[in-house]
């Protein structure tokens, strides 16, 4: 089995940053990639950013340009740089371990945007 365990969520103010980090352990000698969705209260789960075994990134368009995500090999750990933040990446936000047809999922960390 694979464990993700998240950190790194909070409050805070629009236009300000955080950091999550999402640590790796387990059944993990081979993935294809991992990656942050979110979940918004009343809206479905979406994917945010992804970094494949290569290291090739996406982004999904709402957060281009103000989110980066990072890995450390080393650790099996990745890490999502939020700037500019604003009141709509209000969410809960997840990590993610794909490998083949299997998802894996940390608990959840709690952003919250607001004044």
């Known amino acids: 089995q694979v464990q993700l365990v998240e950190s790194g969520g909070g409050l805070v103010q629009p236009g300000g940053s955080l950091r999550l980090s999402c640590a790796a352990s387990?059944?993990?000698?081979?993935?294809?990639?991992m990656g942050w969705y979110r979940q918004a209260p009343g809206k479905q789960r979406e994917l945010i950013a992804q970094i494949t075994i290569a290291g090739s990134t996406n982004y999904a368009d709402s957060v281009k340009g103000r989110f980066i995500i990072s890995r450390d090999n080393a650790k099996i750990t990745i890490y999502l740089q939020m700037n500019s933040l604003r009141p709509e990446d209000t969410a809960v936000y997840y990590c993610?371990?794909?490998?083949?047809?299997?998802?894996?999922w940390g608990q959840g960390t709690q952003v919250t945007v607001s004044s």
């Open positions: 993610n371990l794909q490998r083949y047809a299997l998802n894996f």
């Open positions: 387990g059944s993990i000698s081979s993935f294809n990639s």
